[in-house]
């Protein structure tokens, strides 16, 4: 199982970035041009609002946040391990990293369980959001299980995951430390390239339409004239 595993290691990690990078480059920028209307999340609130509030608020803080972080140790590794050179400002940073992941992955599993059990709102969803939601919850489900499994991934995140990102980025990639990584690390960075391709098919484009106000805009009245 595991030599099955390494075998894929050149595919999973040295060939899929590329692959990815490239679809989600040209593909944006196609769709953009080709179908510029596209680009949104297409609302379901008006359907059913009260599910919609209790799942779409955690998940998006959570989310932004945890990706912010994930961001940071990507820019400034250094700092982030610096920072964890003190045992309680690691464990700050963990314990805040888990909160973030568990309130995005409650935000999640309430969102997929209204796509499921909320009829008009399961008529409107699209074999591409099916796809979407159950790669985002593979990808928040097996973050969590980073966080809790295997400590401290904030440093190791910053030295060792961040170079091996950088290395894709330089198109040296460096796979020493994917490769000795654990069954759930190479999961997750998988998911990751995979979302990465499977951007500009999904409604995840709405994140490129900024400035976008509905993160702190009033929650939407929608009224009926008989
Ligand atoms: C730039 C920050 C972002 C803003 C302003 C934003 C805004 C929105 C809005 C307005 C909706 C539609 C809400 C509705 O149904 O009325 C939405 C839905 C959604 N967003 Fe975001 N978003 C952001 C970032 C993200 C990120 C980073 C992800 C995931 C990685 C994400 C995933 C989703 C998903 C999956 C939905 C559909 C949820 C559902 O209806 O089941 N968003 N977002
Ligand atoms: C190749 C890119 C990525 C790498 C190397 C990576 C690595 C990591 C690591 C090491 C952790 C554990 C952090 C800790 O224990 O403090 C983590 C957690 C997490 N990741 Fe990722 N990740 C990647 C991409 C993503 C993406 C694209 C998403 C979401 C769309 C995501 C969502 C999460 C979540 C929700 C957590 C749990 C919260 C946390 O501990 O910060 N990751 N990731």
Not at 52 to 71: C, D, E, N, Q, R
Not at 97 to 122: E, M
Not at 124 to 141: N, R, Y
Request: proline share 6%; net charge positive; aromatic share 14%.
């Amino acid at each position: 199982m595991t030599t099955i595993l390494q075998y894929l290691d050149p595919l999973l990690f040295a060939v899929l970035p590329y692959v990815a990078l490239f679809t989600f480059f040209l593909m944006t920028i196609q769709r953009y041009r080709a179908a510029t209307f596209t680009y949104s999340s297409l609302s379901s609130q008006f359907l059913e609002n009260r599910r919609h509030f209790w799942g779409m608020v955690p998940f998006h803080y959570g989310i932004l946040l945890v990706l912010t972080g994930h961001v940071l140790g990507l820019l400034i590794p250094d700092r982030i391990l610096a920072w964890n050179s003190h045992p309680l400002r690691l464990y700050t940073l963990e314990i805040t990293g888990l909160a973030l992941g568990l309130l995005a992955l409650v935000g999640l599993v309430s969102l997929l369980l209204r796509r499921i059990g909320t009829s008009n709102v399961r008529v409107v969803t699209s074999p591409a959001d099916w796809i979407l939601h159950a790669l985002l919850l593979l990808q928040v489900g097996s973050g969590v299980y980073l966080a809790v499994f295997h400590p401290w991934g904030s440093s190791w995140y910053a030295a060792a995951a961040a170079p091996y990102l950088w290395s894709i980025v330089k198109l040296q990639p460096q796979l020493g430390f994917i490769s000795a990584a654990p069954l759930a690390v190479k999961l997750h960075v998988t998911g990751a390239f995979l979302l990465v391709a499977l951007f500009p098919f999904t409604r995840l484009v709405h994140i490129l339409v900024v400035p976008n106000p509905y993160l702190w805009r009033k929650p939407q009245v929608v009224r009926w004239y008989r």
